[in-house]
């Protein structure tokens, strides 16, 4: 019905043009395709024509739309074959692998087609004859799934699924209701009592002065304006000292590894720090706002004998409206609040990631740049704060102005932490090592590192080039392992200032030398000077944890798959020095019984005071979902690594690339045929050209939770996510659906930057 509506529509005097057939069978992206489909379905019917009526369309259509495979096969089959001989030779295999690839968006496919030609080729024309017929291609098609074996991880059955889903029978609706509250508790404790806490004290303190303003004297001529006023006042005080808490983050960073970890949600510290900020908006309205236009201008219009008892407070004369405004009370208040609509408008996501789009110059206030130099205007709101709360109308004890005793401990934390972070990035002197720029616009940088920088799979650390600002400190994931001698980082350019970054070591790179990857390199040979980088770090992150699952579940979105780099490492890292450690165990310690040689005392002490280090995480399932080809390059080492040395099949990887049709398509019909056949002949995947083969699309995650869950009964699953917050939202609802019905246990963890 829709391709009728699309005729109906693009038709001229009942006829559809070539042109526009492509857009009107729903191929728009794959213009190139559908032509090519168009003029095989019309070579079929021995004519040529550039025009069709919807009669023909129709039989076209139910042509392209027969599922079984002998109809496709002859479809793919007369797509190759242009000149209709029933042969197909080597420049029309190479032609059609070029077609396929610029549908898919494989630029590096294209290069190669003449390569992967010669392969299938090899393959299907073994007598050296120059061409290949039906029959054969139909034989190559049909053991695809022989040679594709090597995809078939996370074998899953219905029997065993069936078998972990223990919840699945119908349950009454208020079970359900229980099981849901219970599940919702377990997940989220942390974070409920934490808020329900701070909640339970605002009110209190709210309340607190509420009461106290309602008793005095004030309150008759200035009302319920006052009191409120001053409540909010309470809540501000307290909010303005937490809200620097959750952003000390070598303080987080050391906590994380206490007992208070077990009871404090160190993962949501970015999010309440955002929770804070916006109690702190509704104080400023309360406060502010019942100060300027309720209780300012009930004093002033108040009669004399009224006034007269709050002199003492205003003096002896009743002052204006403009009086009480520009009073020390007054512009410290505006100052503040002028400051927090400033920084708190750049700090919303619209302004911080460039969503609102400018006219110049006023394009300079959106951006990181913009939200990091606001964030420091509350340098002068403190400044302004503390005057504000020691020069109060109504208050002249100085031990009841409290402002300053809320502040002193959380400031002095928070600028221990600053002072800490100067002097610490000046005695990490780090040397560059490697620099290389890779397709997708990403900077690799490997650098030296410091004695004593000790960090855990998955922290981050932040960077500074002063050649780009001597001021901004950028936070990224270390994707190196704890036991490499060097630290890297991947930088993808997003921002304006990853931009200048990336500008800035371009300029310094080199071109690629004879017999190299085409890719801007440089090293400690290379003779322009790199620019200087100062690091700071490591800090605290979800993903440091995860040692402690059973299985873990890593998904990253492009860029997104920087801090699971360096837990894939680790895991590995772990792995060889295991099966080291059992070798030499099995050396000194052989076994004993008959005709067997005796162990000595000595011998059996040194085994068994040996600590032996036990790792928990059984098995880790990588899935890494990216929609450019170039991507696969940034971690190709990585990957063809762990696919050479993960002898026991710990760590399995998925890569997914969006850009290609899903596998069944006809578009992607020819890649996956290639990526089987290359894959058995060569041991290397086409598309991102490791050792790990990539699927086509997206990841169907119900299914992948669902292989897991069937896998690993009663296992404690560690689901850490890294990109769009979208696909976060699916996976937490995913996770928490699976926790209700099956004995698997998952926990879903979000990465914060």
């Not at 042509?63 to 496709?72: E, K, L, M, V």
């Not at 799934?145 to 029997?159: G, I, K, P």
């Not at 501000?236 to 994380?256: D, E, F, G, Q, S």
């Not at 007054?330 to 503040?336: E, K, Q």
């Amino acid at each position: 019905m829709e391709v009728q509506a699309n005729f109906d529509r693009l038709a001229r005097d009942g006829y559809l043009s070539r042109s526009d057939f492509a857009e009107c069978i729903g191929m728009t992206e794959s213009k190139e395709f559908a032509l090519e489909l168009f003029d095989t379905l019309s070579r079929r019917r021995r004519m040529k024509v550039d025009t069709i009526n919807k009669e023909e369309l129709r039989e076209i259509w139910q042509q392209i739309t027969d599922n079984s495979f002998d109809s496709r096969l002859q479809i793919f089959f007369e797509m190759v074959d242009k000149n209709a001989d029933g042969r197909i030779t080597e420049a029309e295999v190479k032609e059609i692998i070029m077609l396929s690839a610029s549908a898919n968006k494989l630029s590096r496919l294209k290069e190669q087609a003449e390569e992967y030609a010669a392969l299938i080729m090899e393959e299907l024309d073994p007598e050296g004859l120059g061409y290949i017929e039906l029959w054969q291609l139909e034989t190559l098609l049909l053991q695809k799934d022989t040679y594709m074996n090597y995809s078939q991880a996370l074998s899953y059955t219905s029997q065993a699924l069936s078998q972990n889903l223990a919840g699945l029978r119908k349950k009454s609706p208020i079970r359900k209701i229980s099981t849901t509250l219970s599940y919702y508790f377990e997940d989220n404790w942390k974070r409920l009592w934490v808020l329900a806490l701070w909640i339970g004290i605002m009110a209190g303190l709210f309340t607190w002065k509420f009461m106290q303003y309602r008793n005095r004297y004030v309150f008759d001529v200035m009302g319920y304006c006052v009191t409120t006023a001053k409540g909010a006042a309470e809540t501000l005080k307290l909010n303005m000292a937490i809200i620097l808490l959750p952003v000390c983050r070598n303080t987080i960073t050391w906590l994380r590894s206490t007992r208070a970890a077990r009871v404090l949600p160190f993962d949501d510290n970015i999010n309440f720090h955002k929770t804070i900020a916006a109690a702190i908006v509704v104080g400023i309205i309360l406060h502010a706002g019942n100060h300027l236009v309720c209780d300012f201008p009930r004093l002033i219009k108040s009669s004399d004998e009224k006034y007269a008892p709050l002199g003492q407070y205003f003096g002896e004369i009743k002052p204006s409206y403009f009086t009480l405004v520009k009073g020390v009370e007054g512009i410290t208040g505006v100052i503040m609040v002028v400051c927090m609509i400033i920084a708190f408008t750049l700090a919303t996501r619209w302004f911080r990631r460039s969503l609102v789009k400018l006219p110049r110059p006023f394009d300079k206030l959106t951006g990181f740049n913009a939200f990091w130099y606001s964030h420091h205007l509350f340098i002068i709101v403190y400044i302004a704060l503390i005057v504000h709360g020691e020069c109060l109308y109504l208050i002249h004890v100085w031990y009841r102005r409290t402002t300053w005793m809320y502040l002193s401990v959380p400031v002095c934390l928070y600028v221990g932490e600053r002072i800490l972070r100067f002097f610490r990035s000046g005695s990490y002197s780090v040397r560059l090592l490697k620099v290389a720029i890779y397709p997708g616009n990403v900077l690799t940088l490997q650098m030296s590192k410091p004695p004593t920088f000790r960090y855990k799979s998955g922290q981050y650390m932040f960077v500074q080039c002063p050649a780009v600002s001597p001021f901004e400190w950028h936070p990224f994931s270390i994707t190196s392992a704890p036991g490499d001698d060097y630290l890297s980082i991947h930088v993808r350019q997003l921002g304006d200032w990853t931009r200048e970054l990336k500008r800035v070591f371009a300029a310094a790179c080199e071109p690629p030398a004879g017999g190299k990857s085409g890719l801007l390199r440089a090293d400690e040979t290379t003779k322009k000077t790199l620019p200087k980088l100062l690091i700071d770090g490591p800090y605290g992150s979800p993903a440091q944890d995860y040692s402690k699952y059973d299985v873990l579940l890593l998904v990253g979105l492009g860029i997104g798959a920087t801090p699971f780099i360096s837990i894939l490492k680790d895991l590995l890292n772990n792995i060889i020095k295991m099966e080291e450690e059992e070798d030499a165990s099995t050396d000194l310690y052989p076994p004993i019984g008959r005709n067997k040689p005796h162990v000595d005392l000595g011998t059996l002490m040194t085994i068994t005071s040996r600590p032996k280090k036990i790792l928990k995480t059984t098995n880790a399932y990588f899935y890494w979902v990216t929609r450019e080809q170039g991507s696969f390059d940034w971690f190709k080492g990585v990957m063809n690594e762990i696919a050479d040395l993960d002898q026991r099949n710990i760590i399995e990887m998925h890569n997914y690339l969006t850009s290609v049709y899903e596998e069944g398509d006809a578009r992607s019909a020819l890649i996956t045929m290639l990526q089987a056949l290359n894959h058995a002949k060569n041991g290397v995947d086409i598309v991102s050209g490791t050792k790990v083969r990539t699927h086509f699309a997206r990841p169907n995650w119900r299914k992948v939770l669902s292989k897991i869950a069937s896998k690993h009964p009663y296992a404690k699953i560690g689901v850490f996510y890294c990109g769009a917050p979208v696909l976060a939202q699916e996976l937490s609802k995913l996770c928490h659906e699976f926790n209700g019905k099956c004995t698997t246990k998952f926990e879903f963890h979000k990465e914060h930057f």
